[in-house]
């Protein structure tokens, strides 16, 4: 969106940790809470809390609502993509109103992205507000670290990615802390070369004998290592989130045959890391005076004897540029694999659904979503004459689309 316009430079983008987030937060509600152990007043009086703080449990959601309060203070407004604040210079679907700025956030860290104006004069009105103490980093190199991914910017064109986190995996218990005897246990596990993706153990039998289960120990490193995945997978590297869906089934009764799977998309990450990074061009993005046209695909691969719930995954892409993806494991079990293509293709148009108006506002001269399945069979249901009611209902979203 901030590619759209003109005088939108990356090289100015800043992020903004704010320090005293939950020293600042004050409570709108009168709240009580024990003293620590260790104070006289513990066991005799409660304490009145005027600000939140770390570690209490509802210290997230008072954050946030104070957090939300300053952002409207400073006027900025929240879209329908959650996370994501920006700040016009009247209302968003006015057609006279101008976008000045996009304000991603990731708890108490903000990403600002100017248009026209200064970032940094944006960042110390925000603190203004809300009597922040903040640290503002701009570009060191055309390099910026936010929400444990790089940015790597220029005018034309933001790279993204964890090659930093990727190239540094928590290691297997007694391997030691450096790179290469990670690699060496890599080596030790039947791999694919490094360009090719490893593909899982078949699940489509059922084995003829019970597979070994991890120890406590092996099982908790397992989980570390899994979780280390996801973070990359959901934010930098589509190709590994698949893998990750297939490994998640089995975390609370991991298998050998896990780990070594984890182990090969480790090193095939490591492998692919300086190769496999998001891209987003300025000459992708059409101009605000133009139309935008956007393109999704969405697919699923049917259960099997060793897992009956249904795979599902979705791209949405602009020209060359994978925007955003998921893919995940469906609950429901589908009674055929036309009805499996209906629901992945249903959670991907629900995600358009919250992206479109947002989209709109920007591109005011007209937005197109299009939306591909491999199923000719779900065209002709969408379609009926004599559609279910949940077939029904995906059909009227699809034609307001």
């Not at 957090?67 to 929240?78: D, E, Q, S």
């Not at 148009?349 to 199923?375: H, I, N, Q, Y």
């Amino acid at each position: 969106m901030a590619f759209a316009h003109s005088d939108f430079d990356p090289r100015e983008i800043v992020v903004a940790d704010v320090k005293t987030a939950y020293l600042m937060d004050l409570c709108s509600d009168s709240l009580y809470v024990h003293p620590p152990k260790d104070h006289p007043d513990h066991g005799k009086f409660l304490w009145l809390l005027n600000h939140t703080l770390y570690r209490l449990c509802d210290s997230g959601n008072l954050w946030d609502r104070s957090r939300n309060k300053t952002l409207a203070a400073a006027g900025w407004v929240p879209s329908s993509v959650r996370g994501m604040w920006w700040k016009w210079t009247g209302k968003p679907e006015a057609p006279t109103s101008r976008l000045l700025g996009i304000l991603p956030m990731f708890v108490d860290d903000f990403a600002i992205l100017p248009i026209g104006r200064s970032a940094v004069q944006l960042a110390r009105e925000i603190a203004a507000k809300g009597g922040y103490q903040m640290k503002i980093t701009k570009p060191k190199n055309r390099i910026l670290r936010w929400a444990g991914m790089d940015f790597n910017v220029s005018w034309d064109s933001v790279h993204i990615h964890q090659t930093e986190y990727l190239l540094s995996p928590p290691l297997p218990k007694g391997m030691g802390d450096s790179a290469d005897s990670f690699a060496s246990v890599l080596s030790s596990v039947p791999t694919p070369p490094p360009d090719l993706f490893p593909l899982p153990p078949s699940s489509h039998e059922l084995p003829s004998e019970p597979p070994r289960l991890l120890t406590a120990q092996e099982g908790k490193a397992f989980r570390e290592r899994l979780g280390c995945l996801l973070w990359v997978a959901q934010n930098t590297r589509p190709d590994l989130l698949q893998g990750y869906n297939q490994l998640s089934r089995h975390s609370s009764a991991s298998t050998h045959a896990d780990a070594d799977y984890l182990l090969s998309l480790l090193c095939y990450a490591q492998h692919t890391a300086t190769s496999r990074i998001l891209r987003i061009s300025r000459s992708d993005v059409p101009s605000t005076s133009s139309p935008l046209s956007t393109k999704s695909w969405s697919d699923v691969a049917l259960g099997s004897a060793g897992n009956v719930h249904l795979q599902s995954g979705w791209l949405f892409t602009l020209k060359s540029a994978i925007l955003h993806w998921r893919a995940f494991s469906q609950k429901r079990v589908a009674r055929s694999s036309t009805r499996a293509e209906l629901y992945a293709a249903h959670d991907l148009v629900d995600f358009l659904e919250c992206l479109l108006p947002v989209l709109r506002c920007v591109w005011k001269a007209g937005v197109t979503a299009e939306v591909g399945v491999d199923s000719n069979n779900l065209l002709k249901l969408v379609s009926s004459e004599m559609p279910r009611p949940t077939e029904r209902a995906l059909q009227s979203i699809i034609e307001s689309l």
